[in-house]
Nanobody
Framework: QVQLVESGGGLVQAGGSLRLSCAASGRTFSTITMGWFRQAPGKERAFVAG???????RYADSVKERFTISRDNAKNTVYLQMNALKPEDTAVYYCAARAGSRLSEFDREYDYWGQGTQVTVSS
């Protein structure tokens, strides 16, 4: 079992920055792949970024060059640094975890989920 707790969401103006954190517990963090997903009102949950336990990363096209995912295995925490935020980035952001080193963009392949944190970007 893995427990995930997100933090760092909030309200920011367009062009601003936020950093989301996801603290994990319950399993050896260094051997799990982590992902960030988001769900906007009326839309399906969508992949944002992922990082494998070996450090490989992947991003959705819509956030490349603006968002950066990273992890600190000593703190059992994964981060999502979000810069140059746009109103269309407004969503509930979820942290997710899956066993193994393979990165996946599909939410069905993740076994554990946090409760989500709201990010609102005003124009």
């Amino acid at each position: 079992q893995v427990q995930l707790v997100e933090s760092g969401g909030g309200l920011v103006q367009a062009g601003g920055s936020l950093r989301l954190s996801c603290a994990a517990s319950g399993r050896t963090f260094s051997t799990i792949t982590m992902g960030w997903f988001r769900q906007a009102p009326g839309k399906e949950r969508a992949f944002v970024a992922g990082i494998s336990w070996t450090g490989g990363t992947r991003y959705a096209d819509s956030v490349k060059e603006r968002f950066t995912i990273s992890r600190d295995n000593a703190k059992n925490t994964v981060y999502l640094q979000m810069n140059a935020l746009k109103p269309e980035d407004t969503a509930v952001y979820y942290c997710a975890a899956r066993a193994g080193s393979r990165l996946s963009e599909f939410d069905r392949e993740y076994d554990y989920w946090g409760q989500g944190t709201q990010v609102t970007v005003s124009s």
